[in-house]
Every structure is written in C-alpha cells, then in structure tokens.
C-alpha cells in the first residue's frame, strides 16, 4: 500500500471524497515528509502548515457533510515563490523582495483555492527565474533528490525536487526558456509549459513578459492534464490572456498514438548532446513507433540561433521589468541613506540583486540602448519571427516534435555557476518553445547512472491535447512513472 504522501492528486482526491481518507491527514502526511527531507533537499523557501492544515479541515467538514468538493479537494501544492499568494511572502529568491508580502492571489492561485487545492508552501527557484539550476537562489541552492550534489534544474528546481520527493503532490512552475521543463527532467517528473496566453500572468513576478508562462508539475501525465484543466483559461487581468474555450484536459489522455506523425528536428541532438541522452530519447522515439506513430527525421535550420535569440529578448525585457527595484518604490533597501539618489539606488540594487540577476539588466540595458537597439534586440525579434515560421512549417507535416528537454544529465551543484555561458547552453533545447509560444511537455524517459533523463515533445499553439496524449500514451507503455529517489 502506498503512503498518503506518495500518492498521485488523483488517487488523493478518490481517497478524500470516498472516505478512505481525510484531507488532513493527507496534507499532514506531507508535512511529515517535508520535515524528515528539508534539511537535505532544500525545495521550498516557505511552509504554511497551519493554514494547510485548517483549509484540509475545511475540506473535510465539506465531505462530511456531503457538499461538493473541487477538482483539487485536498491535494497539497506547492508554488513557485515568484508566484504572488496573498499574506505569504513571495521573494523570487531574492534578497531585493525578502520581505515582500503580497496584498493579492495571482490568478493561478485564486483558481486553485477554488477548486480546494491545499497550498503548502513557497519553492526555491534561481533568483528572478534567471538560471537553469536553481543555484542563484538567495536562500541556497535546492538539490536534486537523485543525487544530492547534483543541481535539481532550474529555474523552478524547488517545485520539481518537492514532487520527486513527495514532498507536494502537485506543483506550479514557470518556464521563461526552459524553467518548467528543465528541472522536470532533471527530477524525473512531468513539467508541462503551456501554450503562451494559455495561463494567466497576473500576479506572477516579471522576468520576460513575451516568453513566460505558469504551468503544471506533477508525478504524472494525467495530474498534469487535470491541474492544466484548472489553471488555464481567459482571464480579463493579463492582456496577453487568449479566448480559448475551458477544456478538460484529462479527456485527451487516450493509450493510443495511433497515426501520429512525430518529427524529430535534428538540430535537437546538435554539438554538445551526451550520447546516453541521444540514446535514451531516440529509444522513447521509437517506442512511440512501436506503438502506432510515424517517425521522420526533420530539420528547423533557424534553430541554430534560438540560444542567441532568447537571451537578447529574455534579458532585454529582464532589464526594464526590474528597474522597478529601486529600495524606494519597491524592493529591498540598504539600512542607510547618505548619497544622492544615484547613489543610494546603486547601492540598493548592487546589495538586493544577485550577481546573474545583475549582469542580465546590464547586458539588457546594453541590447536596448541606443545605436544598439537595431543591432541586437531588434534583430532578434526578426530572427524569433523565422523561428516561428520554421515551426509553423513543421507542424503543417508533423503533429507533435520531440528532442531531449536537457542536452546533458543533471550536473554537479557548482560545475558551471561560474561560467555563465555554459550555463546558458543548457537551455539549447528548451528556449525556442518559449520563442514561438508553443507547448512543450517534458516527460522522464530514462536513467543515466542514476540520472534522469527526459524527453521533450512540442505541438502547434493550443494543441497541449497533442503533448498530453503522445507523453500519457508513452507514460503508459513504459515503468520510468515507478521509480523514486531514495532521499533517506
Ligand atoms: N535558464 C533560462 C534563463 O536563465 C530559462 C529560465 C526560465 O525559464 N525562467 O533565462
């Protein structure tokens, strides 16, 4: 019999509304859990055990008095701390927002609460979401529960390694360039970035508004779908919010990818790919054959500049979304005022902002400034636009395609803080969803000495049902769900 703790949102909510279990015990099964692991994990920056506790209560009160419950009824999540959550602090990891508390729920959190989701706490994630191994974390960095000297991914490490560990049941994530899908490979559990428009923004913190979107992080396809199902939707707040009609995402999951035409753009597997990761998805490709789809090579010749593309435009738009951090409006301030305004300004950022989140807004400043701006940023708005096109192409042929989530395996935690470009290569396969607003799921698709690894399938805008069904119909046919990391 599996623990309360290990049990998917799924089978935890069957288990509340049938009485086989109470949503605080449930809820309190985690805590357990977080409290024996913590020390060694470092998945979240804050815990609100109380109000978890006292809002499973509720649930149960419901149950017991045989009102409806939500779609979440009792199944603890956990949230990305650049995530607003009204009265718990959200600090992006930083020390500049340490003692932010917001006066408001973020959209995402508004429809989790109604639909009886237990919110748990706040995770770890790279200062700002600017990382891909949740190392530039003022509060240190989360680590991989594989592997605890190897780097969770980023930059929402702290929601993949808390899912992986059974430290939360579900978890919300943003993914700028790769920050949901990366630490899902590196944890081995399921990271879905949606389709861009597909989620509210509201209430989540900015680090590059064109690119980013909040999505689902989950022991399995099917949580996925069913906590997509919740969270997506128009929204009036976010003006980059698209009309598209609810769904019921979990109705997609069928074990078939029967006629599926899959394409495998070679530029995936380019410089810098480590063979096992080649060999394992390439042996998930053809699993996905042997069970009905058709496989062909392919190639997105503009993929080639993507990495450049996206951080242009990533830290560009980092640059002006942050010079609301002065310490006077907003954000952290140095216990001492001598100095004229450009002083005391500097002085705040210099100390509120880490060393990365720094040289982002200083190479942004750089591509936007004048006698730059056309050579760099508004070229890589040209160039983001023929990605696009190359995709658009691609689906006119292909339902779904499928690379690695993450070049290599998951990485020793201090392997390559210090040399940021190669940090950035990382992101090779996981930025261009982000450039051309596509949806992209990562789902484990095999071990490397111990290792996860994970596998990337993308579709056309607002066909997640595609992602979903071909990652369920893998998922399905395949053991990787089973394995956990032993922690203890
Ligand atoms: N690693 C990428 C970056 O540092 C992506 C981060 C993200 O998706 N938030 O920008």
Redesign the pocket.
Known sequence: MPKLQELTARETIQKIRSNEATAEECVHAVFERIHRLEDKVNAYVTLVEEEALKKAREIDRKVSEGKPVGKLAGVAIAVKDAICTQGIPTTCSSRMLKNFVPPYDAEVIERIKREDGVIVGKTNM?EF????STETSHFGPTRNPWNLSRVPG??SGGSAACIATDEATLALG???????R?PASYCSVVGLKPTYGLVSRYGLIA??NSL?QIGPMAKDVYDCALFLTVIAGHDSKDGTSVKAAPKDYTEFLKDTVKGFKIGVPIEFFGEGTSDEVEKQVWNGIHKLEELGASCEETSLPTLEHSLAT??II?MSEASSNLARYDGIRYGYRVDKDEGDWTTVYSRNRRIGFGAEVRRRIILGTYALSAGYYNKYYLKALKVRTLIRKDFENAFKKFDVLIGPTMPFPPFKIGEKIKDPLAL?M??VD??SA?LAGLPAISIPCGFTNGLPIGMQIMASPLREDLTLQAAYTFEQNTAYKNRKPTVE
């Open positions: 790279d979401a600017m990382g891909s980023g930059s943003t993914d700028t360039g790769g920050s949901i990366c680090y590059a980013e996206y951080y990533a950035y990382s992101d996981t930025v982000n």
